[in-house]
């Protein structure tokens, strides 16, 4: 089935499915931290696991001929250990709503200033105003003590702001490269579970033989499928089917969505100052994503 046979609301679906699950992620990842998993035990999950079902696609495809070493090792890097881990340590010290806010939110404002030092791409007055409301709508999110203010929650915030610093690279880089599925598969999950779980099982703290069962089961189903599997190839098919423009509207919502299920499983609630900016954050991230046609006020 081609993009033009291929139904719309199989795109719609595919688009509000990425959201749940990244929304979701924010949520499993915080509930970690009563799971007596280490973050090390959580990146294990994320890279073994994934790797074994790509695998099978990776040697199918072997995208390494089309990569050079500079580029396996640059991609392999900021999908890596460090990145994962830096994200895992800030869920265990902010709330799981902070997290889609300086990760997914502030994203957009990362990509045009990582895009114009790489490949001088001069942003869009919509972007420039959109990547506005979102900072100050950020640091509203992050002065609401109804979230937490201590040094340990700001720490937590840094982590997340140099997690998506990591991904707005990886996302210029594979618009720059035009990075196939199987390649960012080849990089991100299977190079660097090879490096990464036989340091893990030698020299890292863990504790898998304390977790409880289910919380364990949760973490490793999850962050081992979810995210990178099942997220990564859902947008590729909603891209294709309704666009990017669309699909990126849609994944706007992945913070207040977030927001919404950290008040509702975890019992993290925002004040009325939160909601607020979580608002003016999604219309911040619609702006600098898609400009005004998604309102309606510009001519495609």
Not at 95 to 121: C, E, K, S, T, W
Not at 186 to 195: D, E, K, L
Not at 210 to 224: C, D, E, F, K
Not at 241 to 250: D, M, N, P, R
Request: proline share 5%; net charge positive.
């Amino acid at each position: 089935m081609d993009q033009s046979t291929r139904p719309e609301w199989m795109g719609y679906t595919a688009a509000i499915f990425v959201v749940f699950v990244w929304a979701t992620w924010l949520i499993v990842s915080r509930a970690s931290a009563g799971s007596g998993l280490t973050v090390y035990d959580l990146a294990a999950f994320r890279y073994g696991l994934a790797a074994i079902v790509a695998l099978p696609f990776v040697i199918r495809y072997r995208p390494w001929h089309r990569l050079t070493v500079g580029q396996i090792a640059a991609v392999s890097v900021i999908l890596g250990p460090v990145y994962i881990l830096i994200v895992f340590v800030g869920f265990r010290l902010a709330p799981a709503a902070h997290g889609g806010i300086f990760m997914n939110g502030i994203l957009p404002i990362l990509g045009l200033i990582v895009a114009y030092f790489l490949m001088r791409a001069r942003p869009k007055r919509t972007q420039v105003i959109g990547s506005v409301i979102i900072f100050v709508a950020a640091i509203a999110l992050a002065g609401d003590g109804a979230l937490g203010t201590s040094l340990m929650v700001w720490l937590g915030d840094v982590c997340f702001i140099i997690g998506a610093v990591f991904f707005a690279f990886y996302v210029a880089l594979s618009r720059t490269w035009a990075l196939r599925t199987s390649e960012i598969l080849f990089c991100g999950t299977i190079i660097n579970a090879a490096v990464y779980l036989p340091i893990w099982a030698i020299a890292l703290p863990s504790g898998l033989a304390q977790a409880p069962m289910g919380p364990m089961l949760l973490q490793a189903v999850y962050q081992g499928f979810f995210p990178n599997l099942a997220g990564l190839l859902l947008i590729a098919f909603a891209a294709r089917t309704i666009g990017s423009e669309k699909t990126s509207a849609i994944l706007a919502a992945v913070p207040a969505v977030g927001a919404v299920l950290g008040a509702v499983v975890l019992h993290e609630y925002p004040t009325v100052q939160g909601w607020i900016a979580i608002g003016f954050l999604t219309f911040g991230l619609l702006l600098a994503t898609v400009g005004l046609r998604v309102f309606g006020l510009q001519r495609s």
